[in-house]
């Protein structure tokens, strides 16, 4: 059992994958689990707001990896835009107040905007609310979304593009997000998780289901699906991450199951397959 809990030491589960748990629940229920640490989404965060969900997690001792989610930034008006950036800032301030260092940033798209035009509209986006998470000390990781989701979630469909974006705005404060129900058929991907180094901020596990009966919620545990997730996880660690493991599923199926007995399903799929 020691053993066991000593090899989830790096696993860290994000709250959308017990999505019908408050964040109250969710912190009981990791803890109950041995599981080490968490990642907050803001509609769990939301009911009990920063500073008291703040307090909750430094006394639970988990550690907290990262706030999902922020971006969001293409839109055809300006005021639209500046709504987007300031609720960005909004988020980068309850990162901070929970103490967690990073944001993942699924930065939008929106039909009627070319999708080179709101790759720009990201870039500027970020570029406009760095200053803000610099003074906050919170680093903010671009998340390459499927192309399936070009259309209203991201502009940013492989990590190629994402890398570029890294380049472009120069700072150490901004990284990527590999995550491998996004980017697991992309040819190019190994090289660009080398290319990526040190500014993989952060790496989401699930698996891909065949067939998938929804473009959103019917993602699968690992081992459930074809993805090679050990092979992903090994060119990440090649690339120098040794950050957590983070489970995100988005699973109708799963969500209208006993939630503690899926954490318990989590660890032995994490365990048998990543
Ligand atoms: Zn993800």
């Not at 990642?39 to 008291?52: A, D």
């Not at 009966?213 to 996880?233: A, P, T």
Request: hydrophobic share 40%; charged share 25%; aromatic share 6%.
């Amino acid at each position: 059992m020691a053993e066991k809990l000593e090899n989830c030491s790096r696993l860290c589960i994000h709250t959308m994958t017990t999505k019908p748990w408050t964040l109250r629940e969710a912190i009981d229920g990791y803890v109950q689990e041995g599981v080490p640490a968490i990642t907050v989404w803001r509609q769990h965060l939301e009911p009990f707001g920063p500073k008291e969900a703040g307090k909750m997690l430094r006394d639970s001792g988990l550690q907290v990896v990262s706030l999902c989610r922020g971006g969001f930034f293409p839109a055809t008006s300006g005021t639209a835009r500046e709504a987007a950036r300031n609720d960005n800032r909004r988020a980068i301030d309850e990162a901070a107040e929970i103490g967690a260092p990073l944001i993942v940033l699924v930065c939008g798209a929106a039909p009627g905007i070319p999708l080179p035009e709101a790759r720009q509209q990201i870039i500027d986006g970020i570029a406009a609310v760095l200053p803000h998470a610099q003074a906050a000390g919170v680093k903010l990781a671009i998340e390459p979304l499927h192309p399936m989701y070009a259309d209203t979630r991201s502009a940013v469909n492989t990590l190629e593009q994402a890398n570029n974006m890294v380049v472009a705005l120069g700072s150490k404060m901004v990284g990527v997000t590999v995550d491998v129900y996004h980017v697991w058929w992309d040819a190019n991907l190994e090289g660009e998780i080398r290319r990526a180094g040190e500014s993989i901020f952060s790496f989401h596990v699930c698996d891909w289901r065949t067939p998938t009966r929804d473009f959103l919620n019917d993602r699968g545990l690992m081992g459930e699906g074809c993805i090679e997730i050990r092979k992903i996880r090994a060119w990440v660690e090649r690339a120098g991450f040794r950050g957590p493991i983070e489970v995100e599923i988005f699973s109708d199926e799963l969500w209208s199951q006993d939630q503690a007995l899926l954490v318990r399903r989590i660890k032995n799929a994490y365990l048998r397959h990543v």
